[in-house]
């Protein structure tokens, strides 16, 4: 790799180190804040809460856990915290990307796979990440990020399973990225 390759690359990100001290501090902020800590599941829970809830108000009666999840943010699920940190997470996403010149509409992937074949393989990983998500209780911000911000046993074994899967799967998938 060149220099110049180096030099442009550092340029347009930024150093994950410092990424992830920054990470640390939003959620340590977040704890301090508003006594919890950060996640993303809470905020699609949200969304289908109210998506039910427009298409049948007495939906929420029949199902136990929706009952719950809508109940505790009183009328509107929408005006929970979460939704609005998503909300943040959204925008200062293409915020970034536009500042630094990558905001783009395009599909990146590996010479050997198609666009549709990337974009089916993120939908379906989207998928399945959601799902486990909701039998882990919570995404990989909110159980396992959080849960080892508190030293939770729980959270220090999410995030080995999510990285113990991720390597015993990256074999199979590693052909459609290199």
Not at 59 to 80: C, I, L, Q, R, V
Not at 113 to 124: C, G, Y
């Amino acid at each position: 790799m060149s220099n110049n390759t180096t030099t442009e690359r550092s340029r347009r990100y930024l150093n994950p180190y410092v990424g992830g001290v920054l990470l640390g501090l939003v959620l340590l902020a977040a704890n301090f804040v508003s006594g919890r800590g950060l996640g993303a599941s809470g905020a699609v829970k949200s969304v289908v809460a109210t998506s039910i809830q427009a298409v049948d108000k007495n939906a929420s009666e029949t199902m136990p856990f929706m009952e719950e999840y809508a109940g505790s943010h009183g009328d509107n699920p929408m005006k929970s915290w979460l939704v609005f940190q998503m909300m943040g997470v959204i925008v200062g996403g293409f915020l970034s990307g536009a500042v630094a010149g990558r905001l783009k509409l395009k599909v990146e992937h590996s010479p050997k796979i198609t666009s549709k074949r990337r974009l089916i393989f993120a939908l379906a990983g989207g998928i399945l990440f959601g799902f486990g998500s909701q039998i882990g209780r919570g995404c990989t911000s909110g159980s396992a990020l959080s849960g080892m911000a508190v030293l939770s046993l729980g959270g220090f074994v999410t995030m080995m399973g999510i990285f113990g899967t991720a390597f015993a799967l990256a074999y199979f998938f590693r052909r459609n990225w290199i």
